[in-house]
């Protein structure tokens, strides 16, 4: 689209506004090129008291859904996560916000970051945080409804090695992740040293077409991202589930891909990778 335009997509949005709503007034937002999810995870009490227990990668996503979470954020350096963390804490203390909740923001490809909303409550991938913080996070939030004060600072707040999540859903990836509801004959899950499986789902188990397709989250810690990639491989491996097709067959071709392994991705590669 050229300038020109623009200015005729302005004035028809402007003229449909105000024959609808009686307001011409627009919204412009800005293009992020090339962005990454990235949000961070916030405690805080009713009595003042906000932390934040560092970030989390979100970028891996299709449809704007999430199919992998990570954290830390492989190309966040100190200063921008310091930044970023921030500004998460003095938007939940303007909130005057209690409780666990997730900033989340877009950021580019120069370091700046964007605002783009608040989750008032505990996320999918809240076990990667809990993981590398040693902190539970549901625990958390029962105190804080409880009235209790948080009783630890920032200063408090280490994080230690690498955590990442797969979302193992009832879908077919070579049919456009079609939804594959059925009865699940089979259900073995891995385990091992620094493998978590997240779900509530057994052999006999029966995947409803009315709800949401997640079967289970698949979390792994390591010291490095390496070793957390190469247990996530291993754990995939392992998980045996029948009778419904699943994500995993893509979730492995994913852990092995150069560019996710290099950490360079985008929103938009997902959707790239399948085309």
Not at 152 to 161: A, C, N, T
Request: charged share 25%.
């Amino acid at each position: 689209m050229n300038r020109d335009q623009l200015a005729k997509s302005v004035q028809m949005a402007r003229q449909e506004a105000e024959a609808s709503f009686g307001d011409g007034g627009l919204y412009l937002e800005k293009f992020i090129e090339q962005p990454r999810h990235v949000e961070f995870q916030i405690l805080a009490d009713e009595h003042g008291n906000v932390v934040h227990l560092g970030e989390r990668d979100c970028t891996l996503q299709r449809r704007h859904q999430k199919l992998v979470e990570e954290t830390p954020c492989p190309v966040l350096n100190p200063e921008i996560r310091t930044k970023m963390g921030d500004a998460a804490v003095r938007a939940a203390m303007k909130a005057n916000y209690a409780g666990a909740g997730t900033i989340e923001f877009l950021l580019d490809q120069d370091g700046n970051y964007y605002f783009i909303e608040m989750n008032t409550r505990i996320q999918v991938e809240h076990p990667v945080t809990e993981w590398v913080t040693g902190i539970d996070l549901v625990a958390e939030t029962i105190r804080i409804a409880a009235g209790e004060e948080l009783g630890y600072s920032q200063d408090d707040i280490k994080l230690q090695g690498v955590a990442l999540e797969c979302r193992i859903n009832a879908e077919d990836p070579h049919q456009d992740f079609a939804p594959c509801p059925g009865l699940i004959s089979l259900y073995l899950p891995p385990g091992g040293i620094g493998v978590r499986v997240d779900s509530g789902v057994y052999s006999g188990c029966r995947i409803s077409p009315f709800y949401d397709s997640l079967i289970a989250k698949l979390i792994t810690w390591g010291r490095n991202r390496q070793e957390t990639i190469q247990r996530m491989e291993r754990a995939l491996s392992e998980f045996q589930i029948e009778g419904v097709k699943t994500t995993i067959p893509f979730l492995q071709d994913l852990m092995q891909n150069d560019q996710f392994r290099r950490g360079t991705v985008d929103t938009s590669f997902i959707n790239s990778l399948l085309d």
